[in-house]
């Protein structure tokens, strides 16, 4: 893992201050940069999240879907967890914390938009931070290309028809043409960004360009993530000031819902009898988030001001860290599988 995902959490964290400083410091001009906006879309903090998945996609290699037939049991556990199961468990750990446990803390409003914020991260499963799991879990890297790769390409048809629904059930009205831009626009074009980009670096067979590109632009993605932190804490300076403790009650959930998937999932590639190199990826993916994209989509649909917007950015603050240690988990229970 490298320097900047290794201490990923604390420069998320560091920059929420900023954010926060920032945004009390500052009003009038994050005032000027959330109007500027195109069909609901933030431009600044479009070109800032395409800077953070355009490098992500590029390493996604769509010639790997070809062995899809091989080794099926832990490819259809990714898509089960993926679809099936996590998208409804976090819509209903959402609806259950913030409309039952924690309805007298927060409005009905507000409630609401932490909801959608959980929802859409239950709808984005990893793209590009799941490489970095199954290394450090020593996963097969051939098969998670695979994974990813069909995982993604599901992504660009299942993402709006099950957000829209889970959106719908919790009576959150959203605009359907704004979702599927949002699909359009972080999903579909980086994908096929990426896939043209890595063609072209991988002209005659050679690898070197490609992985000089990889080298390079990963700091940049990660700087893309940070910058639009420091954009989204800024934005909502006040309301968090004045409500720190949203944060705390908006982690609890997300923490339950993780390790939640992540023991059903694991659980599950134990009884079917997986090796560990392909159950503890397939498992990493179903358990972390695309939170690049759910980010994005919770601007576009409901503001950069919103709730929503602030359950996937903490979902970006608790990832990291939760993520590392059930790498831990994994490693330790090796021995579990064939």
Known sequence: MGFFERYLSLWVGLCIAVGVLLGNLMPEQFAVIAGLEWAHVNLVVAILIWVMIYPMMVQIDFSAIKQVG??????????????????????????LFFKVFFASFVDPQSANEYIAGMILLGVAPCTAMVFVWSQLTKGDPNYTLVQVSVNDIIMIFAFAPIAAFLLGVNDISVPWETLVLSVVLYVLLPLVAGAFTRRQLQKHQSDERLQAF??????????????????????????????????????????????GIFAIAYGTAKVMKLPHNIAAPACMIGTSNFFELAVAVAISLFG??????????????????????LVWFANRTRHWFI
């Open 304 to 325: 950069l001001h919103s709730g929503a917007a602030l359950a996937t950015v903490v979902g970006v603050l608790v990832e990291v860290p939760v993520m590392l240690s």
């Open 214 to 259: 990889l080298s390079t632009s990963k700091p940049w993605s990660v700087m893309g993530l940070l910058g639009t932190v420091i954009l989204l804490f800024g934005f909502q300076a006040e309301t968090i000031l004045s409500q720190p403790q949203t944060i705390v009650l908006i982690a609890i959930p997300l923490l339950i819902q993780t390790y």
């Open 70 to 95: 091989k080794k099926p049991k832990g490819l259809a556990l990714t898509l089960v967890v993926n679809w099936l199961i996590k998208p409804f468990t976090m819509a209903a750990l959402g609806w």
